[in-house]
Each structure stands twice: as C-alpha cells, then as structure tokens.
C-alpha cells in the first residue's frame, strides 16, 4: 500500500526543517510552512495516459514542452 501523500508531505517537511539552523527554522509563519509544503507536495506525480516532456535546446532560447492528457477525475 503506497504512503498517504500527505503524510509524506509532512514528513519532508518535517525532515526540510530539520535540516535548517533552529533560529531560521523558527522564523517560518504558518504562510510559508504551507507554501514549502505545496513544494513538497508537487513532487508526486500523478499518472497520465499521455505524457509527452521534452527540452527544446535553440541557439537563442531554452524552453521545454509539456503534453498530458488523461480522465478527467475532478468533480464537476
């Protein structure tokens, strides 16, 4: 069984804050916390019937295209 994504979230971001000095980890408002969070969180990818991701290297520019296509699971 895979883990709850956002018990996951959690622990990354529990394990981010670890990381950090005390005194800055400290600092983070309830704001910021959610927005590092929503970071973590849009790591998982969710599966698609199609998905097309490739870089495009020109001389003058550097972009990437991106195609997904798949059900439709929100609801209406």
Request: aromatic residues 8%.
């Amino acid at each position: 069984m895979a883990p709850d994504r956002s018990t996951a979230r959690s622990s990354d971001l529990t394990s981010f804050l670890a990381r950090l000095p005390a005194t800055l980890a400290a600092r983070f408002d309830a704001e910021q916390l959610e927005a590092v969070e929503l970071h973590f969180g849009m790591r998982h990818r969710t599966r698609h019937a199609i998905d097309f991701r490739r870089r495009l290297r020109l001389p003058f520019l550097r972009c990437y295209v991106v195609l997904l296509a798949g059900r439709e699971r929100a609801a209406e």
